[in-house]
């Protein structure tokens, strides 16, 4: 059970005022009561004694004012219900050897009264003795007072301790609840605040009434309170700076990411102007064939015509013949062409993003050959060898893996672009440089590469080039995005980086070991 | 033994004279006292008590049984001690009671408020000069009065008691 604080502070006053009200009931009176008896009963006895000295006074001094002053005064008072004098007479036996003290009542006031010498206090009475002891005689003053004096008092007294304790009750109650309100309230305001902060609302004060320490309290919550609104308010505006600053990052981010996709829709085109380049390439030889046969068979349907006309059937005959030998050159350079565009064609539709299974060792000869022409048709200058070194299990049905070829088609033309602009950037140094042409390479062959073997369950392509190498500061950074070391214009930087999440992607690893000025060499491993 | 016999015999009519003169001194003496003792003489104040009362008269005012003179004057009773001569005479004649039984009466008077005690004296001129003082006041001396301004009271026609 849980009391409130108003009901204990409540019921400590309660509990105080009713021992409190419980003393002023019962044991103030109580006491009361024993005082009074003990002055009373000393009062009489004083009064006996009084008596009993006028007694003594008057029978040795022959002096009768002290005992009829000290009479007069007995009388006179209203409690007194009888004053006797005893007499004691000492009576020897015969043989005077025993004696008895015999007590006669010898005079009583009032006359009415008839007191017996022995009598004692009793409930009604309260009976006093003083002794006088003369030459003439002996005895007792024997002086009772009536308690009924004693038994008003006692009823006043419980009378006002009841009225006494009845107010202090009361008054205990009226304070014990003033004390719980002046107590309790601002309490009860305090925590009801508190809860409304907890809840959010800042602009909550307390009234402060009191100096004490409920008051101090008040003030250290409105103080608190008014910091919390003020460190509130600044967290507000730095929220709303926050928002305007992420409202504005957010912008930027959108704008970076639009130029991502601008960029890495560059980088497609720039990879599919390359493409475009080699295919055009690719198809110009046998469209140069088709075209330099058909007008070869055009020149021999000429002669042959001549020929027919001359009757020389034979020769036209014979010419007819190389017609068709040049026709089906024709067909075929035709056919290479059409393979050419279809395999364009393959290569400009859009990733379906799936994989499929692949022949590791074509698409990377078919990418070599693409940038190969590709950066020739782009740059009559350029020139490098190339080699392969293929790995023939992977070219059978069951070695073939698990790609999407597309995307890593786009990894290898980026290498082997990457790849032959170095080994063309070295062409380009002069001899004399000795710190980027060493001694013994006077006679330069630039050189790509590529090779590829199955080792275990993975497929590891290696595309290396004798190229520029790479230093450890750009190998560092090589495969952040818009990174390139190439000139402006000349490369987004994208290429290693896409390429890098390409490989991630197929849950393989790309890595490179060069040398600075002598070689580079990219290792893609890709799982089976 | 025989000596001393002899001395007594020889002085016995010297030695019988001086006795009997002697015995009959003290008897003079005695006779003389007793006849100063043995009289007792009422005085009152000017004011109060009257010139001359009967005997029971006198030992009704002086047992307390009468409070008020004619006049009105209230009846003060001045005696000698008990412990003196006077006052045990004054208890004897008047009261017909010993010293301490007038004590006693008077302690029970007192007692029951039925009359104001006497007040007691040692001497004869202190009771003389009480008297004269206090009105309605009236004592019991051994004559004759040496304050003139007390009266002495006639009881019976008689100015002295004589016991």
């Known amino acids: 059970m849980v009391f409130s604080l108003k009901s204990r502070i409540w019921l400590t006053v309660f509990s105080i005022v009713v021992m409190f009200t419980f003393f002023t009931l019962f044991y103030f009176p109580a006491q009361q009561r024993k005082l009074l008896l003990k002055n009373y009963n000393t009062e009489v006895q004083n009064l006996a004694n009084t008596v009993a000295l006028g007694v003594n006074i008057a029978l040795t001094e022959q002096n009768f004012e002290g005992i009829e002053t000290a009479m007069k005064f007995v009388k006179d008072d209203s409690r007194l219900q009888f004053v006797s004098m005893v007499e004691y007479d000492t009576v020897w036996g015969n043989d005077h050897h025993n004696f008895q003290v015999k007590k006669t009542m010898l005079k009583t006031f009032p006359k009415n009264q008839h007191p017996a010498p022995n009598i004692q206090s009793n409930n009604s009475i309260i009976v006093k003795r003083g002794m006088f002891n003369t030459a003439v005689m002996s005895g007792d003053i024997l002086l009772a007072f009536t308690t009924k004096e004693i038994i008003e008092s006692q009823r006043k007294i419980r009378i006002t301790s009841l009225i006494v304790s009845g107010i202090v009750l009361l008054i205990g109650i009226l304070f014990g609840l003033l004390l719980a309100r002046k107590v309790s309230v601002p309490v009860l305001a305090l925590r009801d605040a508190a809860n409304r902060v907890g809840d959010g609302d800042l602009s909550q004060k307390v009234k402060i009434k009191s100096g004490d320490e409920i008051g101090q309290l008040g003030k250290a919550f409105n103080n608190m309170v008014a910091d919390l609104l003020k460190a509130r308010v600044a967290l507000d505006e730095n929220n709303q700076a926050l928002s305007a600053s992420n409202a504005r990052l957010n912008n930027t981010l959108r704008e970076l990411k639009s130029a991502q996709v601008q960029l890495i829709q560059s980088e497609k085109m720039a990879s599919l102007g390359e493409l475009t380049a080699g295919i055009a390439h690719e198809i110009q030889n046998p469209l140069n064939f088709v075209n330099n046969f058909s007008e070869l068979n055009t020149e021999l349907i000429d002669e042959m015509k001549i020929e027919l006309d001359a009757g020389n059937n034979k020769e036209a005959i014979s010419i007819a013949e190389n017609i068709k030998d040049n026709q089906d050159k024709i067909t075929h350079h035709g056919k290479r062409a059409d393979a050419i565009v279809k395999g364009m064609l393959h290569h400009s539709r859009s990733s379906t993003g799936q994989k499929e299974l692949t022949d590791i060792n074509a698409l990377a000869d078919e990418y070599l050959r693409l940038s190969y022409h590709g950066l020739r048709a782009k740059d009559k200058a350029f020139n490098s060898n190339f080699k392969t070194n293929f790995d023939k299990s992977l070219s059978s049905e069951n070695g073939k893996i698990n790609i999407i070829s597309q995307d890593i088609g786009r990894v290898l033309l980026n290498l082997y672009n990457n790849a032959f602009y170095s080994v063309m950037e070295k062409s380009k140094v002069p001899h004399s440089d000795s710190n980027r042409a060493p001694k013994g390479e006077v006679d330069y062959e630039p050189t790509v590469s590529v090779s590829t073997k199955k080792i275990n369950n993975n497929v590891e392509i290696k595309i290396k080039d004798n190229g520029m190498g790479i230093s450890k500061k750009v190998i560092d950074k090589m495969y952040q995005p818009f990174f390139t070391t190439k000139p402006t214009g000349q490369g987004t930087g994208l290429g290693l980086s896409l390429s890098y999440d390409i490989i991630k992607s197929h849950g393989g690893e790309i890595k490179i070991e060069t040398k600075e000025g002598e070689y580079a060499e990219f290792i893609i491993e890709l799982p089976c | ?163």
């Not at chain 2, 009997?20 to 003489?41: D, G, H, N, R, W």
């Not at chain 2, 008269?57 to 009846?75: D, H, I, P, T, Y």
């Not at chain 2, 008990?82 to 004054?90: A, D, E, M, P």
């Open chain 2, 1 to 163: 033994m025989g000596n001393k016999k002899t001395i007594i015999y020889k002085e016995p009519e010297r030695s019988i004279v001086i006795k009997f003169s002697m015995v009959a001194c003290l008897l003079v003496m005695s006779i003389i006292v007793k006849c100063q003792v043995e009289t007792l003489t009422i005085i009152c104040n000017s004011n109060g008590a009257p010139a001359t009362m009967k005997f029971t008269e006198l030992r009704s005012v002086m047992k307390g049984e009468r409070q008020r003179w004619n006049s009105g004057a209230k009846v003060v009773i001045a005696l000698m001690k008990t412990s003196t001569t006077v006052g045990k005479n004054t208890a004897q004649v008047i009261y017909n009671m010993s010293g301490d039984a007038l004590l006693k009466y008077w302690l029970g008077q007192t007692y029951q408020g039925n009359a104001h005690a006497p007040k007691f004296f040692n001497t004869k001129s202190e009771l003389e000069e009480y008297v004269a003082e206090n009105p309605g006041a009236i004592g019991v001396i051994d004559p004759p009065p040496a304050n003139n301004e007390v009266k002495i009271v006639s009881v019976d026609g008689k100015t002295q008691f004589i016991l």
